[in-house]
Nanobody
Framework: PLVESGGDLVKAGESLRLSCAIS????????MAWHRQAPGKQRELVAS???????NYADFVKGRFTISRDNAKRTVYLQMNSLKPEDPAVYYC?????????????WGQGTQVTVSS
């Protein structure tokens, strides 16, 4: 029940903002995060934000990416600035919450980010 958007083809140095909206009846929403996976590479955590707003970033995006959340809109964002040629990947959002009687981590379908040099 996560709907991602915002992936696109941009040039190195440009910016993108990804969005991930929770659809459906999910409650007890806790941590929200963005992961990415490039072809032939392991999926890796990019950034996370707790329910209280505490953020955590991978070293390779510190100072360039910003994660935020709007609890009223049930949406998490990833503002990506100064994109680099090594940033292209499918970006996935994850939400820790409860849907129906199932609690756990939910994953979005992914959105493609491509950076041309």
């Amino acid at each position: 029940p996560l709907v991602e958007s915002g992936g696109d083809l941009v040039k190195a140095g440009e910016s993108l903002r990804l969005s991930c909206a929770i659809s459906g009846a999910m409650h007890s929403i806790q941590n929200m995060a963005w992961h990415r996976q490039a072809p032939g590479k392991q999926r890796e955590l990019v950034a996370s934000i707790s329910s209280s707003g505490t953020t955590n970033y991978a070293d390779f995006v510190k100072g360039r990416f910003t994660i935020s959340r709007d609890n009223a809109k049930r949406t998490v964002y990833l503002q990506m600035n100064s994109l680099k040629p090594e940033d292209p990947a499918v970006y996935y959002c994850t939400v820790t919450g409860t849907s129906g009687f199932r609690g756990g981590d939910y994953w979005g379908q992914g959105t493609q980010v491509t950076v041309s040099s």
